[in-house]
């Protein structure tokens, strides 16, 4: 949004300084992206008279002037045709920069003469494109600045132009009187009264307009205009060009150019109709589908249905709200003009815009929201401007549909602003301030203006009053502590678990990954997904079409591409979710950890080798650890599909309580996949592990045992196919309360023990906690071991 000084002074009583405008817009929310000052640029140009001039004598084009200046009598060279003795001029000194030319001025010869400076053109000095002669002022003394001068007489040439970024929530600043507003309640000014206008019609208006049932829902509230006759269409006035000229927009014909004023004076997009080329009446309405129409950027649309446009009896004529078409656009033999306001839904406009890639001014205001109260007094106020600078005679205005109600009140607490925003500011301020915004206040209700569609709650109220006040205004102060003492733990024990289990896990070597939680149908079937409940009804790509059933799918396409890239050999982790079914409470949260390739890089002092699954088991037994698992669990086998059949093993507290997996990946998986092995992995699930019976912000007492432990060794005999672990828990349970551990070191096959037999040799720790243990209870204890593996193994003690 772009506006000059002397524009804002229109609407705005005003000493401040283009510096302190600047400040305070930026303070406010508007923010100043660019400030152009012409005198900042003129400001060493200088006024001169021309004292002689002759021609050069090798040149008959040049002439050689004396000039008076500042600094004495200059010889300048000029090419000007209108160079000659008497006139008033505009002097570049050598050192000043010409922007015009994009040259500062030097002393130099023309021709064997020397010139010591130049006199400026009006596009030199980029005032103008006027290059046909140099500037000859009416008066000026000599040495004056330039700027000076054409401050006192031409002001506009240096009128300063601001562009300001505006929010998607503040169309009120979209136009000159609502950044008015706001610096007149900050303090920089007093609002002036707005210009209104009461035009009686001479008669009903010929062109009547409807807007169809289609087009009232979602596409035009309100349609408005009347025609005036007699109009003599020319140029704009000169203060109308330069405002436009400033901003950017070229004038085309006052007609034309008052539409453009009042878009950005008053956020007010208006459009004219050249009224002898419209055949019969207007409506708007939706379009069908396939209707074109030559918009006044000469380039043709075509609609899709559901646009809403504005046709006449004969077809399309304008799209609503963004653009006018060229058939009926006015030029210069326009005599009888429509002019047309209207009130459009936000959410069409956007839509059609899109659509037609259209970008305009009209579009950018109307998608972001007008005020729907001034749409017919903005009629007769550009009724009105048009009378005055094209003549004519109004006819009386005609309506299609109702100004939509806008109004709103929410209660004004001003104790919230200290609550919301911790700024102390009195509620005689807040209620000022409201004021000065065009709030009409109610007793504590604050009744919104039509304008400020962003102002929806009692919040909104509070940031009125804070911007205003000034957010530099915020002191930094510590919070008021509600009781003493620690505070509670923010974090939920599961979050707890989560932290402490990414922690250990880092540090256990591992890379964390954040992979996405879509994965393709085909790996997730290979873990037990891929099927409707979990497909996604508009995935991203058909790569992300499915929610991942575990997290080892996306940490194994993370190590094919590192491998694919060189990297071999890797630990990565991941923590997050991974879902069941669609539903929610159908996912669980996950802790999984990936090696790939060599432990170790080889190196003269290291050895390297292949990962294990027992490199994996152990540093699942830690995160387990860390995050609170109990010490004695079972590995038991029957893991998913995935997990290599021989190679894995399930930590549980019991059968059916699964705290995490870990052992070697299925080559299956690997090869569809893309990795290269040997990988083996560990997942674990946090939410399996009970939860501490007692709630303690510290850890528990560390236990020392005084009594000396005892250990003893038992080999038994059992079947070959007995399985180790099924030995090492009977041994186990003989005695939970004595035994601390068993722990497998030995395994003999077939020899002297015949066909079918094997033997597993144990060790087995003992830690009395009372007292120390005599040969007879360590026998006792011992009776008990062999009786128990015998019960659940059919194993004997080997001689």
Known sequence: MKFTLSWLKDHLETDASVDEIVYALTDLGLEVEEVSNPADRLSDFTIGKVLHAEKHPDADKLRVCKVATDEGELQIICGAPNARTGITVVVAKPGVYVPGIDTTIGVGKIRGIESFGMMASEREMELSDEHDGIIELPSGEVGDRFVDWLA?????????????????????????????????????????????????????CPITVTINEDARAGGCDVFAGRLIRDVKNGPSPQWLQDRLKAIGLRPISALVDITNFFTFDRNRPLHVFDADKVKGN?????????????????????????????????????????????????TEYTTNVFLEAAVWDHIQIAYTGRGLKINSDARYRNERGIDPA????????????????????????????????????????????????????????????????????????????????DVRGEADLVEEVARVASLTRLEGRPLARASAGLPEMILSPMQKREQVARRTTAGLGYNECVTYSFIDKAAATLFGGGGDATML?????????????????????????????????????ECGAAFQGGEPGEQHVQVTG????????????????????????????????????????????????????????????????VLGVFGELHPKVLSALDVKGPAVAFTLFPEEIPMPRKKTASKGALELRDLQAVERDFAFVVDAEVEA???????????????????????????????????????????????????????????????????????????
Not at 172 to 189: C, E, H, K, N, P
């Open 537 to 573: 009804e508009n995935p991203i790509s058909s790569e992300m079409s499915h929610m991942r059933p575990d997290l080892l799918p996306g940490l194994l396409r993370a190590a094919a591409r590192n491998q694919a890239r060189g990297f071999m050999d890797m630990a990565l982790f």
């Open 282 to 330: 207007l409506r708007v309405h939706r379009a069908l589908g396939g209707e074109t129409l030559v918009g006044l950027d000469e380039k043709e649309y075509s609609f899709a249905p559901g646009m809403v446009v504005i046709s006449d009896n004969e077809g399309v004529e304008s799209i609503g709200g963004i653009m006018g078409g060229l058939a009926t656009g006015c």
């Open 374 to 453: 001034y749409n017919i007094q903005a009629v007769d106020d550009a009724t009105q401007m048009i009378l005055d600078l094209c003549g004519g005679e109004p006819t009386d205005v005609v309506v299609a549909g109702e100004v939509p109600d806008v109004g709103r009140a929410y209660k004004l607490d001003t104790d919230r602003v200290q609550s919301l925003v911790g700024m102390d500011i009195p509620a005689e301020e807040q209620i000022r301030t409201l004021t000065a915004l065009g709030f009409v206040m109610q007793g504590d209700m604050a009744q919104v203006p039509s304008w400020r569609p």
């Open 594 to 657: 990936l090696l790939v390739g060599k432990t170790v890089q080889k190196d003269v002092h290291g050895e390297s080798r292949s990962v294990d699954l027992f490199d994996a088991k152990a540093d699942a037994e830690a995160v387990l650890a860390a995050i609170g698992a109990p010490d004695k669990v079972q590995i038991l086998r029957g893991g998913a599909p995935w997990w290599h059949p021989g190679r894995h093993g399930r930590i549980c507290l019991g059968p059916k309580k």
């Open 725 to 799: 672990l099924n030995l090492v828990n009977a041994a186990a349970g003989a005695d939970k309360a004595l035994i601390e551990g068993v722990r497998v070191f030995d395994e003999f096959v077939g020899g002297s023990l015949g066909e079918g037999k094997k033997s597993i040799a144990v060790t087995v720790r003992l830690q009395p906690t009372d007292k120390t243990l005599k040969e007879a209870d360590i026998e006792a204890v011992a009776a008990k071991i062999v009786e128990k593996v015998g019960k659940a193994t059919g194993g004997t003690l080997r001689g």
């Open 152 to 204: 006192e007489n031409d002001p506009a040439k240096v009128d300063p132009v601001i562009e300001i970024a505006i929010t998607p929530n503040r169309p009120d600043a979209l136009g000159v009187r609502g950044i008015a507003l706001d610096l007149a309640a900050r303090g920089l000014g007093t609002m002036k009264p707005a210009r209104t206008a009461q035009i009686t019609g001479t008669g009903p």
